[in-house]
């Protein structure tokens, strides 16, 4: 079994055994993390690009763990440091890069689709880390990976998706991810940040966080952006925590076992009160650790494609 | 290789069949054309002649179509089109005459502009009638000096691009053009509603994400303008209609008697949201590809009359904007050399439209709503022809356009039917792309 393309632009379309493939080795990777000299020489020799077009702390620290933990080298730039600032396009980065030998490229770019832009004018391997409000498919992947472990399963899991699904990347990716893996997934917030047809995207919607609340077991919980407000899409962070945000008092009152993720960073006391993100409900930090081990994995699944392993993945 | 166009006042033209519904002409004849003129019309027209003699076999000679929205980059990018290369891709689609957006830069919003690029086009096959700017710098606040634009050549006003936002902007416009019965073209939109989209609300924009156009901001703008329309009395052309619902609303608006006339373009036919999955730029325009069921419904209000015209948006923009991510590239495909090959093949060929409703849409109505004398194919009016070959097979090669740009989503498309030349102010282009293969000169 092998990935079928050498890019990871996004979930949609992509099959159960591909996500399945990508968990599995991410599972077998993880415990690499925990060793007193937590590194393997799998991407030895290995160049990879992490392209940074949008201000990000998490998933590049995460990425860029996940490369000098395979030994690859890497280069790194975010916005601000580099020819961006001169007014180079994207495709003239990626024909430089193309030029230096790069064997891979992590992007994360404003624009929708620009994952897809350099995939089309790039030999390397294209990561999509985040293309504008389209697909995070790491980000969805490592959610996936983190509900299998605390249940074993994703098939049949309920998953509720709480806030922006509209501008939000995370959402995207993980409503097709959760749904090819056979999670019945329900989003959640309020209806100017629902999009318009979103029963295209072949979910339920639940009116209301306690529908929500008490529908599901699993929650994803997404960063609320004060620019939203600033748009007029909500009148305020005060209102928007009164209707969706997973307070004490309504974690308090649940009677059943649930999991709290949020991809990050966290605005505590707006969509999610402290209580609840230290919670031992939470598994947001596993979310942490797992999302080196699965850039690990898709970076090993990528770029080993096509050639003969060299050697295992757990070294 | 013959320079395009070429010089020839006086030829034989032997078609396969001459076609002109307005005076009931569809034969077989061969068409002597003196001075620029028909001279005359008939299977013997050529009797005695012993001049040039052009062998058009299999086609039809319709007249000369006219394309009443296009875009020339002259002045400002003359990159991406000059007024020069508009005309040759304009005859190249089969366009005999076309009228020219003002949003160049500067825009053509005083006479002088106006006089510019009628003298960069005196000598072209293709003539080349400016529309003039609403308001002064396309700012949509003070009128342009509408009669003088007008005797200086302008025949029509638009702000094309944009829409006129204040209403009592666009009323006073209505209102004056009134003097002069002249149409005002109008780019419907509510910006507010658009703002920051980028593709058709829909059900492809909540998939990929992507901040949508919704419908309703064009069908916003549509009712604000039929209603300053029939208020003012004046007249109004509404450009690019994409959507179901401003079809329904400019019927019913003309039911009523209201003055208004419209266009959609090949591209809203065609080609729905779901190719913006592809991230291509060139399916990036405003308004945006809407979904099955608007096309559809353009293609009803094409055959029942609401839409009177057919026009291609022609919108040149240079690789170096254009090839780019898709949320960066600009608004805008060009369609002056796939429009009449799209519709015979998606039209006429596959039932959807009669030959003569597509000259009508292409050739008649453009003329009469702006005003231009009509192009008769009869003995004594000028020769102003269109050749059609209507079962050549061709495949679309944007690398073979005379437009300077190359943004057309339609590269590499395999249509049926071509325009294998034109004739027009006493010159003649044939196709090179379509030479021996039902057009060649002795």
């Given amino acids: ?315 | 290789m013959d320079k395009f166009p070429i010089e020839k006042g006086t030829l034989l033209l032997r078609p396969g069949r001459v076609f002109d519904p307005r005076v009931n002409l569809d034969r077989v004849a061969d068409l002597l054309i003196v001075d620029g003129k028909i001279a005359k019309i008939g299977p013997k027209a050529g009797e005695g002649f012993e001049g040039e003699v052009v062998n058009l076999p299999g086609a039809v000679i319709v007249p000369g179509f006219f394309d009443m929205h296009v875009h020339l980059r002259e002045p400002g990018r003359e990159d991406e089109e000059t007024i020069e290369s508009g005309c040759l891709s304009a005859a190249a689609g089969g366009f005999t005459e076309i009228a020219c957006m003002p949003n160049t830069q500067p825009p053509i919003d005083e006479r002088s502009r106006v006089e510019f690029v009628l003298d960069r086009a005196k000598n072209q096959l293709v003539t080349v009638h400016p529309i003039a700017a609403v308001t002064k710098g396309q700012q949509g606040e003070e009128l342009t000096e509408m009669a003088d634009l007008i005797e200086a050549g302008a025949v029509a006003f638009s702000d094309d691009g944009r829409p006129i936002d204040r209403a009592v902007v666009l009323r006073r416009a209505l209102e004056y053009l009134k003097m002069f019965c002249r149409p005002l073209i109008s780019h419907c939109e509510d910006l507010s509603l658009s703002e920051g989209g980028m593709m058709n609300e829909g059900v492809v924009s909540a998939v990929l994400g992507f901040q949508g156009i919704p419908p309703l901001s064009e069908e916003s703008g549509v009712v604000r303008d039929l209603l300053i329309t029939e208020y003012t009395g004046g007249v109004i052309h509404i450009a690019h209609v994409s959507t179901a619902r401003a079809v329904r609303w400019i019927r019913e608006a003309k039911a009523r008697g209201v003055k208004v006339t419209a266009e959609t373009c090949p591209h809203y036919l065609v080609l729905t949201e779901e190719a913006v999955r592809s991230f291509d730029p060139n399916t990036k325009m405003n308004p945006p590809l809407r979904t099955e069921s608007d096309s559809k419904a353009l293609w009803e209000a094409l055959n029942d009359g609401t839409l009177d015209v057919l026009a291609t948006d022609h919108a040149p923009h240079s690789d170096e904007e254009k090839d780019m991510e898709f949320q960066s590239a600009p608004f805008g495909i060009i369609g002056l050399e796939t429009a009449v090959g799209i519709l015979l093949t998606y039209g006429v060929h596959q039932g959807r439209m009669k030959l003569n409703e597509l000259v009508y849409r292409m050739a008649i109505a453009p003329r009469k709503i702006l005003g231009i004398p009509e192009n008769l194919i009869q003995e004594g009016a000028k020769a102003n022809l269109t050749f059609l070959q209507l079962d050549l097979e061709w495949q679309v090669d944007k690398n073979r356009f005379f437009s300077k740009s190359r943004n057309t989503p339609f590269h590499d498309w395999k249509l049926k039917g071509a325009p294998i030349g034109v004739y027009n102010n006493k010159k003649l282009f044939l196709h090179p792309m379509f030479l021996n293969k039902g057009g060649n000169r002795h």
């Fill in chain 1, 1 to 315: 079994m092998e990935l079928r393309t050498r890019h990871l632009l996004g979930l949609e379309g992509m099959k159960k055994e591909e996500i399945l493939l990508i968990l599995d080795t991410a599972d077998s990777l993880k415990p690499i993390l925990d060793r007193p000299i937590p590194k393997v020489p799998t991407l030895r020799g290995k160049t990879i690009a992490n392209l940074f077009y949008e201000p990000s702390t998490r998933t590049r620290f995460s990425f860029e763990l996940a490369e000098k933990r395979l030994s690859a080298d890497t280069i790194s730039f975010s916005t601000g440091s580099s020819s961006v600032m001169k007014g180079e396009t994207l495709k003239d980065t990626a024909k430089n890069l193309a030029a230096m030998k790069v064997d891979a490229v992590v992007i994360r770019h404003s624009s929708v689709g620009a994952a897809h832009f350099l995939a089309n004018c790039l030999d390397a391997c294209v990561i999509n880390a985040g293309d504008g409000t389209h697909e995070h498919p790491t980000q969805a992947l490592l959610d996936m990976m983190t509900i299998r472990e605390k249940y074993g399963t994703l098939e049949g899991r309920k998953v509720a998706i709480i806030g922006d699904i509209a501008h939000s990347r995370v959402a995207r990716s993980n409503i097709h991810g959760l749904k090819t893996m056979g999670a019945e997934v329900g989003v959640c917030g309020p209806t100017t940040l629902l999009p318009m047809y979103i029963e295209a995207l072949g979910i339920q919607v639940y009116p209301r966080i306690e529908d929500a609340l008490e529908d599901a077991e699993v929650f994803i919980i997404l960063r609320i952006q004060l620019e939203r407000q600033k748009k007029g899409l909500f009148p305020s962070l005060r209102e928007y925590r009164a209707l969706f945000g997973m307070t004490k008092e309504r974690f308090r009152a649940l009677k059943k076992d649930i999991t709290i993720l949020h991809p990050g960073p966290i605005n505590r006391g707006i969509e999610i009160d402290s209580e609840v993100a230290d919670s031992s409900k939470s598994v947001i930090l596993d979310q942490v650790k797992n999302g080196v081990a699965v850039r690990m994995a898709v970076l090993y699944l990528l770029m080993s494609k096509g050639q003969k392993m060299e050697r295992k993945g757990d070294g």
